[in-house]
């Protein structure tokens, strides 16, 4: 697909065709790789750490099952 450039206050701006992009996309994210600018959706932090949980399964299986983890001191009443 070929779209035109325009200016936009002080920035560079084009349009994006609807079909391109979800609904529920609020950011996106731009990185230049050599000559291409690649956008990409960006996902809120807390998808992206169940995300990295769900891929490393069998790394947080056993999280601080080893963990001595001391008694609460009991606390005075007033």
Do not use: C
């Amino acid at each position: 697909m070929i779209t035109k450039v325009f200016k936009n206050g002080n920035s560079k701006a084009i349009r994006i065709p609807k079909n391109f992009i979800d609904d529920n996309v609020e950011l996106v994210e731009i990185k230049k790789e050599g000559d291409k600018i690649v956008i990409v959706p960006k996902k809120n932090s807390l998808d992206e750490l169940f995300e990295l949980i769900e891929k490393n399964k069998e790394i947080t299986k056993d999280f601080l099952d080893d963990r001595n983890q001391p008694l609460t001191p009991s606390k005075e009443i007033f």
